[in-house]
């Protein structure tokens, strides 16, 4: 049975420009992010706190940017449908090359010595970090029943942490096995939006144990949380519902 957690929220910051979050990295006080859509993706630094992102590279029109992870100096950001995956500079943004990609590219994370990658389904994929070719593959379950919408993902703790599209639920998952051995409750950390697509999507750990930040598509707040016991309200396959 997974263990239960819901989030404190320790403080809230502005979320700049409001941007339409695919990916996130925390870095000290530094933020890395990916937004999406056609034609306004970008890759953006800026100062926790800060209304605005300064440092903005734009990816061209035809690309939809997704998840982000740091690797070296470099880091990561796939494309949805568009199967290229981007290396930039993280200190200058400079773009160093464009690879063909196998998958729809939703999340990615650094964890240890390799990537990982999801792409909506339950299947999460093991990659070099130096070329992201495939090495091997994660079947996601609890309790037996695959658990699907897998989507932005981040390393803390020795597990995978993920967020399930359109639940306001966080996974977390034994790399070991693909069980969900905790589950998270973020309600504390959503927002109101008349927008469907505005969802709970960004996550990154902090160094203390426990603490994320936390943000969704066009969130008007980062929310600096911290992992809390809870209690279930529902059986653990059915808080993490989704495609498989």
Request: aromatic share 6%; with cysteine; hydrophobic share 40%.
């Amino acid at each position: 049975m997974p263990t239960f957690h819901h989030v404190k929220v320790l403080r809230r910051v502005p979320h700049p420009d409001r941007a339409f979050t695919q990916g996130l990295i925390a870095e000290g006080d530094t933020i890395w992010e990916s937004s999406g859509l056609y034609g306004r993706s970008a890759l953006r630094r800026y100062q926790i706190g800060q209304n605005q992102a300064p440092d903005t590279a734009a990816l061209p029109p035809e690309l939809f940017a997704e998840g982000i992870c740091r690797v070296g100096e470099n880091i990561w950001q796939l494309t949805w449908r568009e199967r290229v995956a981007l290396r930039w500079d993280a200190r200058s943004l400079t773009l160093l090359e464009t690879i063909s990609y196998n998958r729809e590219g939703w999340g990615i994370c650094t964890a240890g010595d390799q990537v990982l990658t999801s792409d909506g389904s339950s299947e999460l994929v093991v990659r070099d970090p130096a070329t992201l070719q495939p090495l091997g593959l994660i079947m996601v379950r609890c309790g037996g029943r695959r658990i699907g919408d897998l989507n932005d993902l981040a390393w803390a703790g020795g597990r995978i942490w993920a967020n399930i599209a359109q639940r306001h639920y966080l996974a977390g998952i034994d790399p070991a096995t693909g069980e969900v051995v905790d589950i998270v409750d973020a309600k504390p950390a959503m927002e109101r939006h008349r927008d469907p697509e505005a969802i709970l999507n960004g996550i990154t750990a902090l160094p203390t144990a426990g603490e994320f930040l936390l943000t969704g598509k066009g969130f008007k707040s980062i929310y600096q949380v911290r992992l809390a016991a809870g209690r279930p309200r529902k059986h653990p396959d059915q808080l993490l519902a989704g495609r498989s």
